[in-house]
């Protein structure tokens, strides 16, 4: 069982910058690919960034990709994602997942163990 809690979000205005991060605690950490995925109002939740179980390979969405980095700290139990020059429709509530696989993963179903959420607001 792995247990993960998101926070960092917050309002911002577009263009602005935020880091949110996600603690895992509970079973190894390290073994899982790690993913960040959203949810904006009246939308279906969607796929933002991947990493591998080392960090070593990282997949983003055409949305986000130049925009967001994703990254992860195995020693610390810790998966990040840094947002840059945010629009508004980037707004939603971002969650973290680990997937049941080492390997990069976009696919919302190979992920087992999700967190709450954190509500992300861009205003223009």
């Known amino acids: 069982q792995v247990q993960l809690a998101e926070s960092g979000g917050g309002l911002v205005q577009a263009g602005g910058s935020l880091r949110l991060s996600c603690e895992a605690s509970g079973r190894i950490f390290n073994n899982h690919a790690m993913g960040w995925f959203r949810q904006a109002p009246g939308k279906e939740r969607e796929f933002v960034a991947t990493i591998s179980w080392n960090g070593g390979m990282k997949y983003y969405a055409d949305s986000v990709k130049g925009r967001f980095t994703i990254s992860r700290d195995n020693a610390k139990n810790t998966l990040r994602l840094q947002l840059s020059s945010l629009k508004p429709e980037d707004t939603g509530i971002y969650y973290c997942?680990?997937?049941?696989?080492?390997?990069?993963?976009?696919?919302?179903?190979?992920?087992?163990?999700w967190g709450q959420g954190t509500q992300v607001t861009v205003s223009s």
């Open positions: 997942a680990a997937s049941q696989y080492n390997h990069i993963q976009d696919d919302p179903e190979q992920y087992v163990y």
